[in-house]
T-cell receptor
Framework: DAGVIQSPRHEVTEMGQEVTLRCKPISGHDYLFWYRQTMMRGLELLIYFNNNVPIDDSGMPEDRFSAKMPNASFSTLKIQPSEPRDSAVYFC???????????????FGEGSRLTVL | AQSVAQPEDQVNVAEGNPLTVKCTYSVSGNPYLFWYVQYPNRGLQFLLKYITGDNLVKGSYGFEAEFNKSQTSFHLKKPSALVSDSALYFCAVRLNTGGFKTIFGAGTRLFVKA
């Protein structure tokens, strides 16, 4: 398996523009997570899905952020309008609830580095 | 509030010496605990986990971790450090909320000097 695939790897945009980050989870995984990593705040959970349904979006910073998972193999995180404080590395991760212990370790993508000028 | 704490921002150790990266947690019930490693400009990689059973768990690259329920700790250890172990290490806990919500500590940067 190719692992979790994220695009773009790098995005530079101007304040006010719309940003869309994409994620393809590992095939067969039923959980998908979006995290944001910054120096100041560390690794923050934004939202996670189970079987394409959002379960917990309490970490989404504000209404400018939205996430969707239209099918089991694709998710997007959208920021509209973007602001300089949104600059961060955004990670997608997936996990599987199958298996004997249902342990749920996460498999991360390489991340999307967003810079908002 | 449920949380994970990594009290050290950075750990410095000489190559060949044992290393310990500390983690404590505050979670209700029986936690699922994890360690992940992050190399520069890469995503996090799973190292090891504690679910139940033996308090000493072994993982990838010679790492192990010791679960201590009374001290609510899950310290990462390695008997002999390598320069290539230099990276950012995260402790994580899966919350007992019926789902897979996983929260992470702030991370500890390990620097192994040759």
């Amino acid at each position: 398996d190719a692992g979790v695939i994220q695009s773009p790897r790098h995005e530079v945009t101007e304040m006010g523009q719309e940003v869309t980050l994409r994620c393809k989870p590992i095939s067969g995984h039923d959980y998908l997570f979006w995290y944001r990593q910054t120096m100041m705040r560390g690794l923050e959970l934004l939202i996670y899905f189970n079987n394409n349904v959002p379960i917990d979006d309490s970490g989404m910073p504000e209404d400018r952020f939205s996430a969707k998972m239209p099918n089991a193999s694709f998710s997007t995180l959208k920021i509209q309008p973007s602001e300089p404080r949104d600059s961060a590395v955004y990670f997608c991760a997936s996990s599987s609830s199958s298996g004997r212990w249902n342990t749920g370790e996460l498999f991360f993508g390489e991340g999307s580095r967003l810079t908002v000028l | 509030a449920q949380s994970v704490a990594q009290p050290e921002d950075q750990v410095n150790v000489a190559e060949g010496n044992p290393l310990t990266v500390k983690c404590t947690y505050s979670v209700s019930g029986n936690p699922y605990l994890f360690w992940y490693v992050q190399y520069p400009n890469r995503g996090l990689q799973f190292l090891l986990k504690y679910i139940t059973g033996d308090n000493l768990v072994k993982g990838s690259y010679g790492f192990e971790a010791e679960f201590n329920k009374s001290q609510t700790s899950f310290h990462l250890k390695k008997p002999s450090a390598l320069v290539s172990d230099s990276a950012l290490y995260f402790c994580a806990v899966r919350l007992n909320t019926g789902g897979f919500k996983t929260i992470f500590g702030a991370g500890t940067r390990l620097f192994v000097k040759a």
